[in-house]
């Protein structure tokens, strides 16, 4: 739906401007966050993408008044995050990394106590508990020990329980971290379901892939300040429409063909073989550069054609590539002091 720049203005749900935080002391404070804005508009999924330590966890925990800022100021629903933080409370939801579910309880006990926690009355109480079990595919589980579950029916209960009260927004920080490819996928669907009926949803996450598939808009963050901002498809187009992408058989092959098509040499690592050159997507551009290559007499092992994606955008406008490292021998990404810093 196209909406008018006033529309939008009045439609605006979350707003934070100049947000900074450090932790630490004296000469030891650690800068997090270093002049934030963001905007989050009704019934709007907004993505803040970026590698751990870039501010994200910080930025929803400021937002969901968990952390005061050191400067800015923001307000989410028509509320100031600091003077009006108990009614900020009442119309927000946060999920966080952590599963905040009680495992010896089923999951049915976890949501009525949910929903008698939020004051619902006792009847009410168990219809919203029998409701979300039924909308997030639990209700075959509802009777059984969460500790039983798996991850992703943990995650799912974990967001069911979040939407007890039906939230004007939602923060959601990355909530399918651990998951397998199946449940990712699944959650997915249960995040497109909340946001179908009314929730604004505002998003972190350090997978590209669910930005573009779930997120209207994307933040990119780093180094505690907003990078580039904008719907997936505009922020991929400031990179180019398609890019050709050639695997030489050597380092040195690289080397001529990168020099022969004006490109820079590609640094060692896993993609020292590997030339990567922007096109204008025509047919016409494409047999010019691969003309290029063949007059170099060098013949590459194989060549593609692909389209931008925000890992894409990433590197372009921030220089490094938004990933993680795994901790050794687990597979897992390494935590930033920031991410676990409050």
Not at 54 to 66: E, F, N, Y
Not at 293 to 307: C, H, I, Q, S, Y
């Amino acid at each position: 739906m196209n909406r008018t720049q006033a529309d939008r203005g009045r439609d605006v749900v979350v707003q934070a401007v100049g947000l900074r935080k450090a932790y630490g002391r004296g000469r030891e404070r650690l800068p997090v966050l270093d002049g934030v804005d963001l905007t989050l508009h009704r019934g709007e999924v907004l993505a803040l993408l970026g590698p751990n330590g870039a501010g994200k966890t910080t930025t929803v925990r400021i937002l969901s008044t968990l952390v005061a800022p050191d400067a800015g100021r923001a307000t989410v629903a028509g509320f100031d995050l600091v003077r009006d933080a108990a009614r900020v409370r009442e119309r927000i939801s946060l999920t966080g990394q952590q599963v905040a579910i009680d495992l010896k309880q089923t999951g049915r006990e976890n949501l009525w106590m949910m929903a008698r926690l939020a004051h619902l009355p006792r009847r009410a109480a168990r219809a919203r508990a029998d409701e979300l079990l039924e909308a997030f595919d639990l209700t075959a589980a509802a009777g059984r020990q969460v500790g039983t579950y798996s991850g992703g029916m943990r995650r799912r209960l974990d967001l069911a329980a979040g939407l007890v009260t039906r939230p004007e927004v939602m923060f959601l920080d990355e909530p399918t971290t651990g998951l397998d490819p199946r449940s990712r996928q699944a959650m997915w669907e249960v995040v497109r379901d909340v946001v179908a009926q009314g929730t604004s949803l505002f998003l972190t996450t350090q997978y590209l892939e669910e930005a573009d598939q779930l997120a209207d808009r994307v933040a990119l963050i780093d180094g505690g300040r907003v990078a580039a901002e904008g719907a997936p498809a505009e922020l991929k187009r400031r990179v180019g429409q398609v890019r050709l992408e050639l695997e030489l058989a050597t380092t040195d092959d690289a080397g001529r063909v990168a020099a022969a098509l004006g490109v820079p040499v590609p640094e060692g690592g896993a993609d020292a073989r590997t030339v990567r050159v922007a096109t204008d997507g025509t047919l016409a551009g494409v047999r010019e550069l691969l003309a290029g290559v063949e007059r170099t007499g060098v013949a590459p092992r194989r060549w593609d054609l692909r389209t931008p994606t925000l890992d894409d955008v990433f590197l372009t406008l921030t220089g490094h590539a938004a990933r993680t490292e795994p901790r050794p021998g687990t597979g897992e990404p390494t935590r930033h002091t920031e991410e676990v810093a409050a």
